[in-house]
T-cell receptor, first 114, second 111 residues
Framework: EAQVTQNPRYLITVTGKKLTVTCSQN?????MSWYRQDPGLGLRQIYYSMNVEVTDKGDVPEGYKVSRKEKRNFPLILESPSPNQTSLYFC?????????????FGPGTRLTVL | GEDVEQSLFLSVREGDSSVINCTYT??????LYWYKQEPGAGLQLLTY?????DMKQDQRLTVLLNKKDKHLSLRIADTQTGDSAIYFCAETRGNFNKFYFGSGTKLNVKP
């Protein structure tokens, strides 16, 4: 089954404790992206990647890091999480050259930073 | 999302048409999209329109684009209870890889 998986689905952590949210897709997609969803703000793009070792900033990259060492994986790293990073996070993937519009979204990771 | 605006709620009766509206401010928008989010799930692409088009129809869905007024709408004909969800409009601008989403419109369909 074609899908985007994220782990963990729920995470409660404390300020300053480094964490990684994993994202994996099995569709051989070139394009992957991370978003955060906050009430009243919709989705905001954090980082995206056009292919292995090619990443770029989205609208709200501060406080986040990403890496793309393999085509299927695109982890999101919070080196020193803060309470304002409490949010619902989505990973998405798509084929390149489709304007990225036909993105497949993961189920989301709900992160709480105390 | 601050440059893409949507009303927060819409309530309709089953069988009626729903019209969800969106305004955007960047005239360099290239593609405009409508996504659907059901409770506890990620987003699902419903349809999209290129900025040089005025209208696109896909079964029960009709997208209208007024580029002069920077207004995008999604009409759902014969709305069903299964259409209850949050609907997001989104745009990509000059860079096809950066996306900007509205805050979402929660559609409630009453039986």
């Amino acid at each position: 089954e074609a899908q985007v998986t994220q782990n963990p689905r729920y995470l409660i952590t404390v300020t300053g404790k480094k964490l990684t949210v994993t994202c994996s897709q099995n569709m051989n997609h070139e394009y992957m992206s991370w978003y955060r969803q906050d009430p009243g703000l919709g989705l905001r793009q954090i980082y995206y990647s056009m292919n292995v070792e090619v990443t770029d900033k989205g609208d709200v990259p501060e406080g986040y890091k990403v890496s793309r060492k393999e085509k299927r994986n695109f982890p999101l790293i919070l080196e020193s999480p803060s309470p304002n990073q409490t949010s619902l996070y989505f990973c998405a993937s798509s084929r390149a050259g489709t304007s990225g519009g036909r993105q497949f979204f993961g189920p989301g990771t709900r992160l709480t930073v105390l | 999302g601050e440059d893409v605006e949507q009303s927060l709620f819409l309530s309709v009766r089953e069988g009626d048409s729903s019209v969800i509206n969106c305004t955007y401010t960047d005239s360099s928008s290239t593609y405009l999209y409508w996504y659907k989010q059901e409770p506890g799930a990620g987003l699902q692409l419903l349809t999209y329109i290129f900025s040089n088009m005025d209208m696109k129809q896909d079964q029960r869905l009709t997208v209208l684009l007024n580029k002069k007024d920077k207004h995008l709408s999604l009409r759902i004909a014969d709305t069903q209870t299964g259409d209850s969800a949050i609907y997001f409009c989104a745009e990509t601008r000059g860079n096809f890889n950066k996306f900007y989403f509205g805050s979402g419109t929660k559609l409630n369909v009453k039986p």
